[in-house]
T-cell receptor, first 111, second 115 residues
């Protein structure tokens, strides 16, 4: 199964950019990279997804390495509301395109 | 506000009780999912329904029985649960199953405690 590796935790100062890394060295050509976040006492929330090219939306940017073996979620200005667990997920064709969550990165935002 | 609604938000039940968890979405999605999440762990996939038919069962014990009565509703029937089944149960939906560029929309879950 395609797997992801993320740091267990990261800290960021408020209003500074945050770069959350994810390694997925076993990714195959048709696997999409999805990012979700889970705030305390809530269900996971969709953040962004991509295949090969970098992606931007109102919440974040996704930078995908040229070999696709890693990606980085970029929050441009962290706020206290961005404190959450961030999951990098490969939606893999060899697992029926289901979501198999990795362990995620717990982001702490310091005021 | 989430577009996937789960009820109840909290449930406490004994090991001999029978109860049901309910999930509802009105986004016209045709794939619905149940996940189980233990404290400080990532969600784990339990069941997938596609067009109201069960398509994936991740070897879940039979004391958990899913049901999809129509395209908007997903139930999880619980019977003779064990204390280790205490967890947050999450429901999700997506437009269709099987396409890897489809995001999933999650509810906020039902927190289940087994006495």
């Amino acid at each position: 199964d395609a797997k992801t590796t993320q740091p267990n935790s990261m800290e960021s100062n408020e209003e500074e950019p945050v770069h959350l890394p994810c390694n997925h060295s076993t990714i195959s050509g048709t696997d999409y990279i999805h990012w979700y976040r889970q705030l305390p006492s809530q269900g996971p929330e969709y953040v962004i997804h991509g295949l090969t090219s970098n992606v931007n939306n109102r919440m974040a940017s996704l930078a995908i390495a040229e070999d696709r073996k890693s990606s980085t979620l970029i929050l441009h200005r962290a706020t206290l509301r961005d404190a959450a667990v961030y999951y990098c997920i490969l939606r893999a064709t060899n697992t029926g395109n289901q979501f198999y969550f990795g362990t995620g990165t717990s982001l702490t935002v310091i005021p | 506000d989430t577009e996937v609604t789960q009820t109840p938000k909290h449930l406490v039940m004994g090991m001999t009780n029978k109860k049901s968890l309910k999930c509802e979405q009105h986004m016209g999605h045709r794939a619905m999912y149940w996940y189980k999440q233990k404290a400080k762990k990532p969600p784990e996939l339990m069941f997938v329904y596609s067009y109201e038919k069960l398509s994936i069962n991740e070897s879940v014990p039979s004391r958990f029985s899913p049901e999809c009565p129509n395209s908007s509703l997903l139930n999880l029937h619980l019977h003779a649960l064990q204390p280790e089944d205490s967890a947050l149960y999450l429901c999700a939906s997506s437009r269709i199953q099987g396409y890897s560029n489809q995001p999933q929309h999650f509810g906020d879950g039902t927190r289940l405690s087994i006495l």
